[in-house]
């Protein structure tokens, strides 16, 4: 039997690491992201390559009702913001953040929904014309964001510190709450906000923890938590999720109404 395209569910671009496993690049992108889209968002995931191709990504957008950008073990190129020099150390991600910061000014234009997650939280920023702190932990103004990474994922990823939820805001808005608690995995955030993002959260210490896109004229969010982990189990972390599949629901409603 034929699915109606009016009950199919919305197909949400999730994008994709460049990573070596042994000695071959693959695409990649997290169970968990994955997991969340499907059973959170109840969208279907489509798997974004690290290809940089811009008309691509223009032919793509045009199909997809929801972009995630996902959290990662790299860091967005500080060249991208005008930062100094990398450390030898530092891990890169090139073709992600060659994808991923056209993308996201595609994704505004066309209206599409979008939510970024951790890694994703910063490309924005640094998209839409921010710049980040390479090193929270150097600069001497900040609580400890980073995981410890000798202790188990579940402690990890455990509820690390409170943060303060901006009144009249999107936040406020799915949580009709004004302070809640959230894990925290990162070792960059924040230095200078891009003008067209509006404060959603700040931890205890004012490091920004959540933004929106002030003008955007469909679901354009991002934290630097990671809701995606074990969402199930956490209230909060359910509701961002649903928020975005509403939204990509309606995009795709728009979209199959304008055939």
């Given at each position: 039997?034929?699915?109606?395209p ?21 695409h ?19 798997l ?7 008309q691509?990504l223009?032919?793509?957008i ?21 930062g100094?020099?990398?450390?030898a150390?530092?891990k ?9 910061l ?6 505004i ?20 014309g ?10 001497g ?8 990474k000798?202790?188990s ?9 409170p943060?303060?939820?901006?009144s ?8 009709a709450?004004?302070?809640i608690?959230?894990n925290?995995?990162?070792?960059q ?13 700040t931890?205890?210490?004012g490091l920004i ?9 469909a679901f354009a969010l ?7 982990w ?19 629901l309606?995009?795709?409603q728009?979209?199959?109404h304008?055939g």
């Amino acid at each position: 039997m034929t699915v109606e395209p009016s009950h199919s569910r919305p197909l949400v671009g999730v994008v994709c690491d460049m990573e070596i496993i042994g000695p071959h690049p693959f695409h990649v992108a997290g169970h968990k992201y994955i997991h969340a889209v499907i059973e959170g968002s109840n969208c279907i995931p489509v798997l974004i390559p690290a290809l940089a191709n811009e008309q691509a990504l223009e032919q793509l957008i045009k199909s997809l009702d929801g972009i995630l950008l996902t959290g990662g073990y790299s860091m967005v190129h500080p060249s991208h913001y005008q930062g100094n020099t990398p450390d030898a150390d530092t891990k890169l991600d090139p073709n992600r953040d060659n994808t991923t910061l056209p993308l996201i000014k595609l994704a505004i234009e066309n209206q599409v929904p979008i939510f970024g997650i951790c890694r994703g939280f910063q490309e924005m920023n640094v998209a839409l014309g921010g710049s980040l702190h390479q090193k929270l932990h150097e600069t001497g103004e900040y609580i400890e964001h980073r995981e410890d990474k000798n202790v188990s994922l579940e402690q990890q990823y455990d509820l690390a510190h409170p943060i303060n939820i901006a009144s009249g805001g999107v936040l406020q808005s799915l949580f009709a709450e004004s302070c809640i608690q959230v894990n925290s995995l990162h070792t960059q955030g924040v230095q200078r906000l891009a003008p067209s993002l509006s404060i959603e959260a700040t931890a205890e210490d004012g490091l920004i923890e959540a933004f929106s896109v002030s003008d955007a004229k469909a679901f354009a969010l991002a934290v630097q938590w990671h809701p995606e982990w074990q969402f199930e189990n956490n209230l909060y972390s359910r509701k961002l999720f649903a928020a975005f599949g509403q939204a990509c629901l309606s995009r795709q409603q728009v979209k199959n109404h304008h055939g």
